[in-house]
């Protein structure tokens, strides 16, 4: 399925609603957006581009797994087996995402979002960045751009991934942002994986797909994403990047970062403008998700029986982890927190929880904080180490932070008063009242 046809059955069912009235791309879509997420909205009229936007399509964990048919309790297990269980793409000769090929470029023409009245510029803040190495491949991943001319673009190239890697190895890249993407794409990109693994086989593996050579550069790019837009980056040619607001609903520092030539642009005809509000819920959902089965594998590599992860929204869908387990010894809250921090390296606090409590109800979590837990005994606080660049309190420039774990898990035998939730009676209301 294609990001357009899922617009479609979401309109269907009624979950869609639509703005017909004129709105601008400069801080107007933006602040509609935000106002009224994780509704999906759809701009049918942009004052300053011939095509419409769509944003608010995929703001929780029940809108993905409503895509793929399963329960949102099923989608750790589903990623983890698409992971390691990868599959090629079908190649198509034609494809809608070349339906329209614009030789003469002007990013004017598109709606590219001013999101926040201090960014530095209109971003890409939705693409699926597609690049190659001759030697590891292609690799697949989201990279921010702002555009600063009717052609080029600034890229936020972050240090130690594997397009900075790419890109330092041979000093410029062919490239491809797709927009206008399913969440097995989405969430594929997003996912840390070897370097050399093309994270379209675990889109294709998530759910099957199609790709095709692209355009003008030689790279393989999802058949159905709406735009693409062709080029080259370049790591010696700069420009300043930013301010721009990030995962933590922060404002990002102003940096020189390299640029993207956009030398085509294709596009599916009457293609639909796929925006991703930063800092928003969509944007936390597709970040924090790909980033819990590799959570849930290491806790269980720790001997300990771990059941569901939630890298939730309160802590940025980054920085917090909360961990459900299925306690059988004294030690495996303080295991878990080991494992945590072992799938996820940028995250910085982690709450370990019994399987009796909810992670997605933050009520629950800090209920097992305030009855199941004393900091002397079960608070595990690390050496200061690299954390994540999007942390504002980290040490700038290092990245040094402190990490520490919350073993909330009831003990195995209480010594004192029951740590077990008391049940309430089960009734049938439909017995007492009318309406």
């Known amino acids: 399925m294609g990001f357009r046809e899922h617009v479609n059955i979401i309109d269907e069912k009624g979950l869609l609603r639509k703005v017909d009235v004129d709105v601008s791309k400069k801080l107007e879509i933006s602040g509609i957006l935000k106002k009224t997420e994780p509704t999906p909205i759809m701009f049918n009229n942009v004052k300053e581009s011939d095509f419409r936007v769509v944003g608010n399509v995929f703001c929780t964990k029940d809108a993905i797994a409503s895509y793929f048919g399963v329960n949102p309790a099923d989608l750790i297990q589903m990623l983890s087996k698409a992971i390691e269980e990868r599959s090629e793409p079908e190649t198509v000769s034609n494809a809608p995402c070349q339906e329209v090929v614009e030789s003469d470029v002007d990013l004017d023409k598109i709606p590219i979002l001013f999101h926040c009245d201090k960014d530095g510029g209109n971003y890409i803040s939705s693409a699926v960045v597609v690049t190659r190495d001759p030697d590891y491949g292609q690799n697949v991943s989201f990279h921010r751009a702002m555009q600063f001319s009717k052609d080029r673009f600034a890229v936020r190239v972050v240090k130690g991934r594997h397009f900075h890697t790419y890109l330092e190895k041979n000093g410029e890249l062919e490239v491809a942002f797709c927009v206008g993407n399913t969440p097995n794409i989405l969430i594929a990109g997003a996912t840390s994986v070897d370097i050399g693994v093309d994270e379209l086989t675990i889109a294709n593996a998530l759910e099957p797909i199609?790709?095709?050579?692209?355009?003008?550069?030689?790279?393989?790019?999802?058949?159905?994403?709406?735009?693409?837009?062709?080029?080259?980056?370049?790591?010696?040619?700069?420009?300043?990047?930013?301010?721009?607001?990030?995962?933590?609903?922060?404002?990002?520092?102003?940096?020189?970062?390299?640029?993207?030539?956009?030398?085509?642009?294709?596009?599916?005809?009457?293609?639909?403008?796929?925006?991703?509000?930063?800092?928003?819920?969509?944007?936390?959902?597709?970040?924090?998700?790909?980033?819990?089965?590799?959570?849930?594998?290491?806790?269980?590599?720790?001997?300990?029986?771990?059941?569901?992860?939630?890298?939730?929204?309160?802590?940025?869908?980054?920085?917090?982890?909360?961990?459900?387990?299925?306690?059988?010894?004294?030690?495996?809250?303080?295991?878990?927190?080991k494992g945590t921090f072992a799938g996820h390296t940028s995250c910085k606090h982690v709450f370990i929880v019994d399987k009796d409590i909810n992670i997605y109800d933050p009520l629950s979590v800090e209920w097992a904080m305030a009855t199941r837990f004393q900091g002397d005994e079960k608070m595990v606080i690390k050496d200061k180490e690299p954390g994540s660049s999007l942390d504002p309190s980290a040490e700038p420039g290092t990245k040094m932070t402190t990490k520490i774990g919350f073993d909330l898990t009831k003990p195995l035998v209480a010594k004192g008063k029951s740590y077990d939730l008391a049940e309430f009676p089960k009734i049938n209301l439909n017995k007492y009242f009318n309406d």
């Open 210 to 337: 199609k790709e095709v050579k692209a355009n003008s550069v030689d790279l393989m790019i999802p058949a159905e994403a709406e735009f693409v837009l062709e080029g080259r980056v370049y790591m010696e040619e700069r420009h300043s990047e930013g301010p721009f607001v990030d995962l933590t609903e922060t404002y990002d520092v102003i940096r020189e970062e390299p640029v993207f030539e956009v030398k085509k642009i294709t596009h599916r005809k009457n293609a639909i403008w796929q925006a991703l509000l930063p800092g928003a819920l969509e944007h936390k959902i597709l970040m924090g998700m790909p980033r819990e089965p590799t959570i849930f594998k290491k806790v269980n590599e720790s001997n300990v029986k771990c059941l569901d992860v939630n890298v939730n929204p309160g802590g940025c869908s980054w920085l917090h982890a909360i961990v459900q387990i299925d306690k059988k010894a004294e030690e495996d809250g303080k295991n878990a927190i």
